[in-house]
């Protein structure tokens, strides 16, 4: 490989030793784009082709990407702590019930292909959250073996939402794939067909997880909290009343 191509990889040092300096992310990126442009003898406005083409190419990952900087901002910002007040102004608010709540909601708007960023983009700022903010309500301090099973819960509730109803919008690629499959096979369905079908399977399905995390959920919280749950939030109740 000759020199003029090596150089043109230069982009790459400066990156590699941006990260090293604990430099901006951002700031790194810019600098390693026009560093490569330079000794690529890149004029501007080809530059600028080339980062909106790889920028439109790449645009899912993109958006995933803006979700997180987005999520980070609102975290650092008092997100998590606004999510565990307003659940703690609910009564009767359970893990496994904001749990359940979650997944109602993600099934609806998978039905229209709508996406809320996963479990980096709203489980983990919102509902993870919310579900300790409705045990710290009740008095009591989360513990660590039950948070941990509240994410795992709460993860699970985000795939079964997402896996099962986004076959609900008709052109969900879910879709278009059984239907080109069974074509293949010599079986000819109408998308529509293979909706309605999937509706009693989706629905049953969230009844199933709804009933599964709520009940583990309240093993649980019996298991570690034990009786005193019910004695704090009457405690928490009458201080209410008194104030």
């Known amino acids: 490989m000759e020199f003029s191509e090596l150089i043109r990889l230069v982009g ?4 590699v030793v941006g990260f090293l300096l604990k430099l901006d992310p951002i700031l790194i990126v810019l600098l390693g784009i026009i560093s490569t442009a330079i000794a690529s003898l890149m004029n ?8 909106g083409a790889s920028f439109v ?9 803006l979700v997180l900087l987005v999520t980070g901002t609102m975290e650092r910002n008092g997100l998590k702590e606004s999510a ?4 703690g102004k609910v009564k009767g608010a359970s893990p496994g019930a904001v749990i359940g709540a979650y997944g109602i909601m ?25 579900s300790l903010g409705s045990i710290e309500a009740k008095g009591h301090v989360p513990n660590e073996e039950h948070v941990d099973q509240i994410k795992g819960m709460s993860a699970g509730m985000e795939n079964v939402g997402n896996f099962f109803f ?50 583990k959920d309240r093993k649980l919280r019996k298991k570690y909290y034990g ?12 201080k209410k009343q008194e104030g």
């Not at 993600?106 to 919310?130: D, K, S, Y």
């Open 84 to 87: 565990a007040k307003l659940i």
């Open 227 to 238: 009786d005193a749950s019910k004695k704090a939030e009457n405690e928490n109740n009458s």
């Open 106 to 130: 993600r099934g609806i708007f998978a039905t229209f292909n709508v996406g809320f960023g996963g479990v980096a983009g709203f489980v983990r700022p919102v509902t993870l959250p919310m």
């Open 44 to 51: 501007p406005i080809d530059l600028l082709t080339t980062v």
């Open 166 to 215: 986004q076959v609900l919008f008709i052109t969900a690629g879910g879709n278009l794939l059984v239907q080109a499959t069974l074509y293949g096979l010599g079986y000819e369905v109408e998308l529509i067909d293979l909706m309605l079908r999937a509706i009693p399977v989706s629905i049953f399905a969230m009844a199933w997880a709804m009933t599964y995390y709520y009940l």
């Open 12 to 15: 790459i040092v400066v990156v």
């Open 57 to 65: 190419g790449n645009r899912v990952m993109a958006t995933f990407i």
